[in-house]
């Protein structure tokens, strides 16, 4: 148990439809970070939160937005689904320090996933 | 930017042989570099990380991986192979400055093991 919670564990809905996934760190941690894994592309990193602001973005749709509130935990919003967004989404959180540096604690834990099925 | 590519997607040995699983990196920095495995219908795992000091780095269920800054490379090793070590890998690099959260997974190398 990596200590990091995701729910819900599976989700299906039609396109067209608005999702929300939730994740919910590890203690202590202020980094949120969320993926995507689908077997045509593979692990994606979408984007990651630090202590309630953006820090990185990746391959992020603009049809996806994700936040960061004041008790750590991240949502991750998915509007105008695709058959193509069905994937296993992941979040991971770790420790990490201010403007960027890396600490040796920085490995990311990972929760087990949102598997998203579009119909 | 950085990327990563791991040799092979699928790898296949008997219980017992010896594991290695490639990782090649590009990096204009010096990396932080990381092993991660996933099981099936679980999040991914970290095996072991490389930040600095020692190269050869050890992480749980007895893998090791050598950061060799000549090669660009970090692969992972086991001397013996479990029927339990069946699953998904993943080799991950890291830099620090302003993306300092974005990390880059590499494909991933499905290892199955045979009795």
């Known amino acids: 148990d990596s200590g990091v919670t995701q729910t819900p564990k599976h989700l299906i809905t039609a396109t067209g439809q608005r999702v929300t996934l939730r994740c919910s760190p590890r203690?202590?941690?202020?980094?949120v970070y969320w993926y995507q894994q689908s077997l045509d592309q593979g692990l994606q990193f979408l984007i990651q939160?630090?202590?309630?602001?953006?820090?990185a973005k990746g391959n992020i749709l603009e049809r996806f937005s994700a936040q960061q509130f004041p008790d750590l935990h991240s949502e991750l919003n998915l509007s105008s689904l695709e058959l193509g967004d069905s994937a296993l989404y992941f979040c991971?959180?770790?420790?990490?320090?201010?403007?960027?540096?890396?600490?040796?604690?920085?490995?990311?834990?990972f929760g087990p996933g949102t598997r998203l099925t579009v119909l | 930017a950085q990327s990563v590519t791991q040799l092979g997607s699928h790898v296949s040995v008997s219980e017992g042989a010896l594991v290695l699983l490639r990782c090649n990196y590009s990096?204009?920095?010096?990396?932080?570099l990381f092993w991660y495995v996933q099981y099936p219908n679980q999040g991914l795992q970290l095996l072991l990380k490389?930040?600095?000091?020692?190269?050869l780095v050890k992480g749980i269920n007895g893998f090791e991986a050598e950061f060799k800054k000549s090669e660009t490379s970090f692969h992972l090793t086991k001397p013996s192979a479990h029927m339990s070590d069946a699953a998904e890998y993943f080799c991950?690099?890291?830099?620090?400055?302003?993306?300092?959260?974005?990390?880059?997974f590499g494909d991933g190398t499905t290892l199955t093991v045979k009795p």
């Open positions: 991971a959180s770790s420790v990490e320090g201010l403007a960027g540096e890396l600490t040796v604690m920085n490995e990311q834990f």
């Open positions: 203690s202590g941690d202020l980094s």
């Open positions: 939160y630090y202590n309630g602001e953006e820090r």
């Open positions: 990096s204009s920095v010096p990396p932080y």
């Open positions: 490389y930040t600095t000091g020692a190269t």
């Open positions: 991950a690099v890291m830099v620090d400055g302003t993306n300092a959260g974005k990390s880059t």
